[in-house]
């Protein structure tokens, strides 16, 4: 079955510390995406990848990282530096193409508290 | 600045019909979006409109008025699994996606 898969589902990390959330696609899309999503708020983009070796900001990418070293993959790291980041972390991807309307698709969710 | 208004809560009765609106102000318009996204999982695809007019997928229709930034999605027959966020989202000039806040709809028996 085709998907998008991010682990773990629930993690915990100590104020200070860096943590990477991982997200697989087998869609064979060449897009991919990280949005952040806190109560009350609509999704806010975090880092997006239209190809390979390629990936730019969003509104929120401060005190985050990402690499898209393969297509199937885009790992977040949520840094030391990112000042609240307890929320449900949500990956997506897509067919490719700047200026085109492509659907995305969602991964489960990896939601991140900050103890 | 760009901005995606939709109601925060619903409340509705099983077998009932109910209408989630949002309104829209973006840098340009290149369609609207609207998903699901029951709680603590993913959003899923439910529609997408550009033109002007109304699409019906089965119990789900979604409505666009491009002149009035506004749309809305009319869910018929409501069962409890539709109990779940439904997140509006505008595709900007820029071909980004600019996300509602999202209503929750709550379905009672």
Same mark, same amino acid.
């Given at each position: 079955d085709g998907g998008i898969t991010q682990s773990p589902k629930y993690l915990f990390r100590k104020e200070g510390q860096n943590v990477t959330l991982s997200c697989e696609q087998n869609l064979n899309h060449d897009a991919m995406y990280w949005y952040r999503q806190d109560p009350g708020q609509g999704l806010r983009l975090i880092y997006y990848s239209q190809i390979v070796n390629d990936f730019q900001k969003g509104d929120i990418a401060e005190g985050y990282s990402v690499s898209r &070293? +393969? +297509? &199937?993959s885009f790992p977040l790291t949520v840094t030391s530096a990112q000042k609240n980041p307890t929320a449900f972390y949500l990956c997506a991807s897509s067919y490719a193409g700047q200026r085109t309307v492509n659907e995305q698709f969602f991964g489960p969710g990896t939601r991140l508290t900050v103890l | 600045g760009q901005n995606i208004d939709q109601p925060t809560e619903m409340t509705a009765t099983e077998g009932a019909i109910v209408q989630i609106n949002c309104t829209y102000q973006t840098s340009g318009f290149n369609g609207l979006f609207w998903y699901q996204q029951h709680a603590g999982e993913a959003p899923t695809f439910l529609s997408y409109n550009v033109l002007d007019g109304l699409e019906e997928k089965g119990r789900f229709s979604s409505f666009l008025s491009r002149s009035k930034g506004y749309s809305y999605l009319l869910l018929k027959e409501l069962q409890m699994k539709d109990s779940a966020s439904y997140l509006c989202a505008a595709l900007d000039s820029n071909y980004q996606l600019i996300w509602g806040a999202g209503t929750k709809l709550i379905i009672k028996p």
């Open positions: &070293e +393969k +297509k &199937e | -």
